[in-house]
């Protein structure tokens, strides 16, 4: 039996006790349950139960489906009745273009999904309204689609740190060096060996007497191998094939060892599957490419004397000199040591200087080889590592380079991959490294010139790397700006020491080339309102950087601050006001831009370079524009381990011409809206002349718009081309992978915005919305841009967020939270007025209904 106990039992509160309809096992064989709910609820608590402190009994449940089912409970007064309920999934489609139009959130905002009716033994009844992501949410929650007046059944809770559990002090530090002298033990027995001058003649004893001190001698033991016992060599790499079935078992026992291979005079230091690439057609594949994981292969490294042996399951022996003179079959292959040291060089050919570059090397095996002062193994966890490297799905292993570096090659051929960006054309080349081999020198090329039209680069949120590090990584991956976030979690805040409002690491004022450039700003987040980037604010860090408790801030932090009030007071002292990773979390950032407060949305990456910008995204964003809310795109990764790459999405925006480049010139470009989102392709769009986010103005009656657009990649391979109106696909056009370009005439009656969309896809993978740009709006006369159906949804957020804050929101002090209140209040009537204005009118919301009654 599943039962939940998160802490003591409240006397305040007594269970009803009822009968229902069916059972947790049986929800598999009711109507109108979806697989994944019968499921999950084999998991669901039962029994006598206590969540928040309050006590319940849950043993049959009530399955309300298409049904009407009425309990008995024994007579109980109450000033409260607590429900512990939840509700199935309710996805939504994607249309036709294959834009996901969910005007109301993945999580059914507002959406009514049961009533209740509250019956007394006088025969009065009371209607209550379970609607979805205010009284209830999903089993199975979607990130960002938190509920505004309930909340999951688990309280939050204290999660120690590493060093706080039973685990050695200081292990989670120490762990990340993935070695262990092991020499610091309550007990050590050192080890001497001695070699004997006289191998033939037999030891017959041993006298052992004292000089000073005590000694303890605990055992001898006689050996005949050629070499100093205690002296292991250098690393060395074999490939382990697996027996047919059996399946790699990667976790080690208490003393560091796997299951399936064994040394004795050495140790096994990694054993990972064994990639295979397309080395044949190496050339020809394209950047970030996936390898096959052979499931059945396992590259191992270690370290071992010259006479050790391997032991394998099964009872094999294999020794290691016969491993490495590749005479111990099939099962234990070599690898070609990496034993010369080489001078690696990239340099751009129209300069003919090093320049910084991503660099992957790999050698006939698949083995990674990854500079002297590089991660061979590269840590993909959150919060664990800042290296700066890149894992591609933890598979394809890649590094950060400026210029040059030092890398210990195989004999033999190795594979090549280096880029910077997507303006030049990543290569993939194949080298013969011979005993005379010193220096590789390779060149690249630009092939596109955005940068030299005022485009410049910006990945809008990273988090965690170091100033530094950060610079290091947008270099190599050609983005100009990087936009490093301080930020709390919980009780830990990262990268606050970075934060002085006022420097721009890269310029040349600070030494810097002044192209690449990196500015901490913050990131400032509520677990349910949302969350939003504050970038290249002066003056001090605006703080507190979270509210209203876990997982953003502490446990027991009231909502005193606003993501409205957080983007004015960007706004005060300088600063760009960004929407992260938009839409989620889906809640107050719909009162912020209808208040006009926020700059851009963000479209983000993680660590997928293959997903594209997310529909579900675009459509959210849609809604606003078809308000007129004019706010720009934006591409940012949430940066947050070595699974995603700085730039996999990214954003372009123009500088004025008569600006040089700077981190001011660039947030201007930016609150202009003359930006696009890209994976790849990089484009241009016009609309009357008009560069994107304009603002045309038409006379009474509309006009013609003269729309003229240009896209080229050198990365990701382009499908079509589309022309977005008001969020519907009005053109769609078959183009070239590498270069397009045209030209549409679009009669527009009434206001109306459009934008460029461009699909591409990699061989192998399904096809992806690659970029879009910001729009340009076309305002007629006399006609409103103004969706009614959008702007009700948007209400019902902004409703939502009222709701949360006035109900399970942690309350801050009465004035703060009337100041909140008044806020969102305020972004409310805003929208209202227009609507009425507008002559659209709507039935009565739940945060109408709580004003009429306040």
């Known amino acids: 039996m599943n039962t939940f106990q998160d802490g003591p039992a409240s006397p305040l509160f007594t269970p009803l006790v009822f009968n229902g309809n069916t059972t947790f096992e049986a929800l598999s064989n009711q109507a109108g349950v979806s697989p994944e709910l019968a499921a999950a609820a084999l998991r669901a608590p039962r029994g006598d139960c206590t969540a928040w402190g309050i006590p319940f009994v849950a043993e049959n449940p009530v399955l309300i489906s298409a049904n009407t089912a009425e309990l008995s409970f024994a007579p109980a007064d109450a000033k409260w009745l607590v429900f512990m309920h939840t509700s199935d999934l309710r996805p939504s489609e994607a249309g036709p273009d294959g834009l996901a139009h969910a005007q109301h959130g993945r999580g059914r905002l507002n959406e009514l999904a049961a009533v209740y009716t509250v019956l007394y033994a006088d025969g009065a009844q009371e209607r209550i309204e379970i609607r979805r992501r205010h009284q209830i949410g999903a089993f199975t929650r979607g990130w960002g689609e938190n509920c505004f007046q309930a909340v999951a059944h688990h309280r939050p809770m204290t999660l120690p740190a590493a060093q706080e559990q039973q685990v050695p002090p200081g292990w989670w530090g120490c762990s990340q060096t993935r070695a262990d002298a092991a020499d610091g033990h309550p007990w050590t027995n050192w080890l001497y060996a001695w070699q004997n001058p006289h191998p033939q003649a037999p030891i017959t004893g041993l006298r052992c007497e004292a000089a000073v001190g005590a000694v303890v001698l605990s055992a001898v033991s006689a050996g005949s191998v050629t070499e100093q016992p205690l002296r292991w060599r250098t690393r060395r790499k074999a490939v382990f094939a697996l027996p047919a079935g059996e399946a790699f078992l990667p976790e080690l026992d208490e003393r560091g060892q796997l299951a399936q291979i064994k040394l004795d005079l050495g140790n096994v230091i990694s054993a990972r599957p064994r990639l295979r690439y397309p080395n044949e057609t190496w050339e020809q594949g394209f950047n970030n490419q996936l390898p096959e994981k052979l499931a059945n292969e396992i590259i191992v490294e270690y370290t071992c004397h010259p006479e050790a042996r391997f032991y394998l399951a099964g009872g094999r022996v294999a020794p290691a000199a016969a491993v490495e003179a590749a005479q111990a079959g099939a099962t234990l292959v070599p690898v070609t040591p990496a034993t010369r040291r080489v001078l690696l060089r990239v340099i751009e050919r129209q300069s003919g200087q090093p320049v910084a570059v991503k660099l992957h090397v790999h050698g006939a095996a698949g083995e990674y080889l990854a500079p002297v002062d590089r991660h061979r193994i590269i840590n993909p966890a959150w919060f664990e590592d800042y290296s700066p490297d890149f894992t591609h799905q933890n598979t394809h292993s890649t590094t950060y380079i400026a210029g040059e570096t030092v890398i210990d090659l195989p004999l033999g051929r190795v594979y090549i991959e280096i880029s910077k960006g997507f303006e030049i054309k990543p290569l993939r080349i194949i080298r013969e490294i011979t005993p005379a081999t010193d220096t590789l020198t390779v060149e690249i090329e630009k092939v596109l010139p955005w940068r030299e039209q005022g485009w410049v680069t910006a990945d809008t949120h990273v988090h965690f790397l170091s100033p530094m590090t950060a610079m290091l990584e947008g270099a190599g991956e050609g983005v100009n700006i990087v936009n490093l976030l301080a930020s709390q979690w919980g009780e830990l805040m990262t990268n606050v020491g970075d934060f002085d409002g006022k420097t721009t690491w890269g310029t040349r004022e600070a030494g810097g080339d002044g192209e690449w450039l990196v500015r901490v700003g913050t990131e400032n987040r509520q677990h349910i309102l949302g969350h939003i ?7 001090r860090v605006i703080a507190p950087m979270t509210t209203g408790g876990p997982d953003e801030a502490a446990l027991g932090d009231p909502v ?17 006001v960004v929407l992260p990773h938009f839409p989620n979390p889906r809640a107050e950032h719909a009162a912020s831009i209808i208040a006009g407060d926020i700059d851009a949305v963000e479209m983000t990456a993680w660590n997928n370079l293959y997903a594209g910008i997310d529909p579900y995204s675009l459509s959210d964003w ?24 700085v730039g996999t999405v990214r954003t372009y925006a123009r500088i004025a011409r008569d600006q040089p480049f700077t981190y001011e010139a660039w947030m201007e470009a930016v609150r202009r809206a003359e930006t696009f989102v890209t994976y790849g392709p990089l484009l241009e769009f016009a609309v009357n002349g008009q560069p994107m986010g304009s603002k045309l103005a038409l006379p009474r009656g509309g006009g013609t718009l003269d729309i003229t657009w240009q896209a080229r990649s050198v990365t990701t391979p382009m499908t079509r081309a589309e022309l977005v109106v008001n969020g519907e696909i009005r053109e769609s056009v078959a183009v070239d992978a590498w270069n397009a370009g045209g030209s549409w005439r679009l009669r527009v009656p009434a206001s109306a915005w459009c934008a460029l969309l461009i699909r591409g896809q990699y061989p192998g993978i399904p096809e992806m919305i690659a970029a879009h740009s910001s729009p340009v709006m076309a305002l007629v006369e006399g006609s409103e841009l103004l969706a009614a159906a959008d702007a009700v949804t948007i209400l019902e957020q902004i409703e939502g967020a009222l709701a949360y804050i006035d109900t399970v929101g942690t309350r801050a002090e009465d004035a703060v939270y009337k100041r909140t209140r008044l806020v969102l209040e305020g972004a409310k009537r805003r929208l209202h007025n227009r609507m009425h204005e507008a002559g659209y009118y709507h039935a009565h919301t739940a945060g109408e209904e709580h004003e009429e009654r306040g």
């Open 622 to 645: 849609y809604r606003y524009l078809n308000c007129g809310a004019l706010v720009a795109a934006v591409g940012g990764t949430d940066k947050m381990t070595s699974m995603t790459a």
């Open 533 to 539: 980037s504050l970038l290249g604010y002066n003056g």
């Open 560 to 576: 005193d601050m606003l993501l409205t009030e957080w983007a004015r007071q960007c706004k005060a002292q300088g600063g760009l």
